[in-house]
């Protein structure tokens, strides 16, 4: 029960007792009042008419003795007269009807009114002829009392009406401060920090009030100083000091992931820079001049890959004047153009004066589409040779594991015949299950994954597909299809108690459109939208927070969850998880493969778990392969883990 309603219930109680009193004593002395009066009245009236009786009893004129008497009666103020002798024999009586005119029978009863006699002597001159006695009619008396308890009891109602509504007026501005607060704590359990301007007058609601904005304060620090704790470990383990960017331990950790990964389903790109004669260049400029030709260097390539579009990439400094960048997700054609951006770019490191060479770098690219990680690094460092040979600023490709009958088509070919597909329906989904790390019997929920058939109905690698969708911006159009189908698989009956997750590319969390759409296909798949989560790319998405925000928002609406994707994976703050109400995580595969022999990741882990379950974040680990990773996550308190050392893609038929 409310405060408010309580407090109504005692100032309701305490009228009504008040109420209850002063009608009581009111009543009480008013019956009081009125039996004095017909007391007083009844004995007035009897001396009154034993004079007036005395000589015409003396005189035996008993006509005129009744004529009196009856005269008396008649007026309807006495309900009984009554004459007898000396010996109390009744020599004549006058009695009139109990009339009460207006008052209820209840009142009457509930309220006895005394109807006392008033007696006097009747004489025949010095002797005692007989007594008169009266009694007073209390009709009278019963409708003044039933009107005097009416217009008390209107008064009373009126001016406790206005008392009262005057107190809930009162109430409600005192009370305010404790809705604000209530308001206050249901906002940092939505991972939301207000504070409250204004400050109550009371001075036990204002302590109240202060005390709820200092911890406000403080679980919002507290938060921001786990997050940046666990930014500075992520930094002095992967995060190359004087660039900024990735260190040797990221890139083999992350290319590793990517090569080994059973689960992978993407083509990737790995393209290496090399500075020409930095050793050269440190001995005549001496090494701060080199510093800044690494750290410009740096800031050159984060420019220009951030210059492209939905370009999913890290990029890091393996060792000396040698950098790396890592592209997933890509085709052939982004690689060759982001390899000549850099490498037009790179003038722009002489025009600064940071160096004197017109022959600053070469690029070497390899394209990646299964082999190993050997196999990657040495096909991009023959590359980067090759480039070497070819000239200033020189890009070189090798592409030793090309698509097959797929690597002749051409953009507009390729658009014609992913069209073709989505005309003919020619995709498929297939489902991995995410298990509870506390009940190893329980499904979290599953993950759908897109599969494409090419025009002889043979399945077609993912990993061939998914660039060219994102290069075409075909994205959309793809992720309709994937959502209309698994909202109508939700619909049906043995999939009734079936949560699934669905992966969406990072443009169609960011596309208004595409929300508007999302938002009136869950409006129709009611209960289904209850079952469904979308899943996005941490790296992805927190360029556009905003877009998040409102995607988070709106599709909470309709009971659908979000979570991230390959959490870890970038150097973004983990602040921002405070800010969105993001459902769920799921741990990059770099930090979970082979975590029970990693310390510094499993430190790492910890960390992250208890961030995120400090804000109600589920917490899920991918890429899990062998029984010991399982224990490990399971003893880090990770909520759940998935990968194909839990559970291998089915087909969801």
Not at 24 to 44: A, E, K, M, P
Not at 318 to 323: H, M, V
Not at 551 to 556: I, M, Y
Not at 609 to 620: F, T
Request: proline share 2%; net charge negative.
């Amino acid at each position: 029960m409310t405060l408010l309603r309580q407090l109504v219930i005692v100032i309701v109680t305490l009228f009504s007792l008040l109420f209850a009193g002063s009608m009581v004593i009111n009543v009480s002395n008013t019956r009081n009042y009125l039996n004095n009066q017909l007391r007083s009245i009844s004995q007035d009236m009897a001396t009154s008419l034993g004079l007036s009786l005395s000589p015409h009893i003396a005189s035996n004129e008993m006509v005129v003795v009744q004529s009196m008497i009856t005269a008396v009666s008649d007026s309807g103020y006495y309900r009984e007269i009554i004459l007898a002798d000396v010996n109390g024999k009744t020599m004549f009586e006058k009695v009139q009807p109990l009339v009460i005119e207006g008052v209820p029978e209840w009142f009457v009863h509930l309220i006895p009114l005394e109807t006392p006699r008033g007696e006097a002597f009747v004489m025949a001159g010095w002797q005692q002829a007989g007594t008169i006695s009266i009694s007073a009619n209390p009709g009278y008396a019963y409708s003044t009392l039933w009107s005097n308890s009416i217009q008390a009891l209107w008064w009373f109602l009126g001016a406790s009406c206005f008392v009262f509504g005057l107190g809930l007026v009162a109430l409600h501005f005192v009370l305010r401060p404790l809705r604000a607060v209530e308001l206050q704590a249901k906002a940092i359990c939505d991972r939301e920090y207000p504070t409250q301007s204004t400050l109550p007058w009371t001075l036990e609601l204002r302590s109240v009030v202060t005390a709820m904005n200092l911890m406000s304060a403080k679980v919002k620090e507290m938060f921001s100083a786990q997050a940046e704790a666990m930014e500075r470990l992520r930094a002095s383990t992967y995060i190359d000091v004087l660039t900024g960017l990735a260190n040797r331990s990221y890139f083999d950790m992350q290319l590793r992931q990517i090569t080994k990964a059973r689960s992978s389903s993407s083509t990737n790109a790995l393209i290496f820079l090399e500075l020409a004669e930095f050793k050269n260049f440190n001995e005549r400029k001496g090494y701060q001049a080199g510093d800044k030709l690494l750290r410009g260097c740096a800031d050159l390539i984060t420019e220009t890959c951030n210059g492209m579009p939905n370009l999913d990439y890290f990029a890091a400094r393996p060792s000396g004047a040698n950098f790396a960048i890592v592209m997933q997700d890509t085709v052939r054609e982004d690689a060759i153009l982001l390899a000549n951006n850099l490498s037009t770019a790179l003038a722009t490191l002489r025009d600064r004066g940071l160096t004197d060479r017109s022959d600053i770098g070469h690029f070497g690219i390899s394209i990646h589409r299964g082999q190993s990680f050997e196999q990657v690094l040495s096909e991009a460092d023959m590359a980067l040779r090759a480039a070497q040979v070819e000239g200033h600023n020189a890009v070189h490709l090798s592409d030793a594991s090309a698509e097959g009958e797929f690597g002749s088509y051409s953009a507009s070919r390729w658009m014609e015949f992913l069209g073709q597909v989505l005309a003919d329906n020619r995709i498929s989904l297939v489902r991995q299950a995410c298990i509870s790390c506390t009940d190893e019997s329980r499904v979290l929920h599953y993950e759908a994954l897109m599969r494409v058939r090419g025009d002889d109905q043979k399945l077609i690698p993912a990993n061939i597909v998914i660039p060219m969708v994102k290069h075409l911006h075909l994205a959309q159009e793809f992720d309709r299809h994937v959502v209309t189908e698994a909202l109508n698989r939700l619909l049906q009956p043995e999939n009734a108690n079936v949560v699934v997750a669905v992966n969406l590319f990072p443009m169609s969390i960011q596309d208004t459109g595409f929300l508007a759409w999302l938002s009136a296909a869950l409006e129709r798949h009611g209960e289904a939208a209850k079952r469904i989560a979308f899943e996005v790319t941490e790296h992805g998405i927190t360029t556009n927070l905003d877009a998040l925000r409102g995607w988070v928002e709106r599709t909470a609406e309709f009971g659908a969850r979000t979570g991230l994707d390959q959490v870890g994976k970038g150097f973004k703050s983990f602040g921002y998880l405070s800010d969105i109400k993001i459902d769920y995580i799921k741990i990059d595969g770099s930090y979970t493969r082979g975590i029970d022999q990693h310390r510094d990741n499993q430190f790492f882990v910890d960390s992250l778990v208890k961030y995120a379950h400090g804000l109600d974040i589920q917490v899920i680990a991918e890429s899990v392969e062998t029984r010991e990773e399982w224990d490990m996550l399971k003893s880090l308190k990770v909520d759940g883990v998935k990968g194909y050392g839990v559970a291998r893609p089915a087909d969801w038929v």
